[in-house]
């Protein structure tokens, strides 16, 4: 657009000097003409010159960028935390039993990242449904005492796998596990499981820490296409079908880790979309666990780490069988791929990180009324549900009002900003965040530090439906949020980035 309106400017322009120009010349002499012309040779000589040195000014900085000396120090390690025994999955509540067996593994992986300053940053992704707040904070405290790293350099990760264990909720569970109708056995199981996962986490981080070694970073991108809104607006409200008329973001965000030498170390990129292409009962990464499998194929000694960004209304389709988690997998590493052989922007220190909570307000709770009302229902969630908030009332006095949401935002040097948003946050999020955040690349990740539920945005608030509030039946949550939910994300993500790109001498 902005071309299209500049352009006919600067021609006509151009034109307007030929002829006057043409003017001039036709009221001289031919010999003057030429000395005239002669004249201007060294002129001209020197402008060429002055051309040349410019555009070398002008490349360097980003020659050098391309080739700059490994200002970075990267470490990597990652780790299988596969259940060694057959445990209850998480994601689909109409589960009838227990896993039986594995497709591939499911991974832990951590790259530490420091900068020429040794602020250092370590991301920590997980082929897991979640992340729980409990698990963030254990984590967070024991990798400060341990390894001195601060709350606000620690970003956890999940990549929504509905093909993994459950992970028993502790903080802000009522009825903990029985959402998934589970046996004693089973929630003993999968307590078990969280205490192996937190110490190979601990592990994960410290062998990361340990393995710093010079790092050159470039982000970059590109697109796929498989992910589609599972919002469809029936007759009955909005259901989870595929909705191809509705929002979606395509993007994958990625980030090389190459060495000194240039070889690439590892690759870290994102994409909006839930991992739900598999059903079954065996553990599988899904396209997530896929796409990281082909790109550490393709690049030995290479790790591979996926990011969810903001897939909350986001379902891979087609889906429902191996074949096509593998071709999502497929697609998407090829995006990886693309990106890779596309021009990377450099990516330079120094690391700016802000950690914090943002208030978010549910509606109106429920009257007790309303909840024994409720508990005659025939359907077994919203039974439990109301059952669950009783529970509240009884035990506490109140249903909770207020949910505390974190938010992380990265930022290095001016080069590339990462919003990591808690939740399960629709695409509308990322969408507004990156058209409002000038300045550098933005990538919008979600599904960090604490997947407690649903994320909606105004719009799909209003709209209702699963993700609008009907999901939260399957938290302890009481649900919906009130309508202030956006506004509030959304503002505390403008603060933090003022905050993280504020110019170092005004920051606190
Ligand atoms: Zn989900």
Redesign the pocket.
Known sequence: MNRQTVNPVRNSKGRKNMARKAKFSNGVKTQQRKLAMLKWIPALCLIAIAGLICQKVVELPCARANEQRPDWKAGLASVVITPEQSMWMA?YAARTKPSEGKVHDLYAKALALEDDQRTRLVIVTVDLIGITLSLREWLEKEVGQQYKLPPEGLLLSAS?T?SGPVIRETKYSIYGDTVYGLSPEHIQKSQQYVETLQQKLLQLVGQAIDSLAPARLGYTHARAGFAMNRRLKTEQGYRIRPNPDGPVDHDVPVLRIDGPDGELRAVLFGYAC?N?TLSFYEFCGDYAGFAQQYLEEAHDGATAMFITGCG?DQNPYPRGTLTLAQQHGRALANAVEAALVSRARPVRGPIRAALETVTLKFAEPPTRQQLEQETKSTNKYERRHAEALLKELEQTGKIRTTYPYLEQVVQFGNDLTIVALAG?AVVDYSLRLKAELAGPPVWVAAYCNDVFG?VPSLRVLQEGGYEGGG?MRYTPLPGPFAPSVEKRVVDKVHELVNKVRAPLETRQ
């Open positions: 994601g929504h509905h839930h739900t909350g399960e649903y999901a």
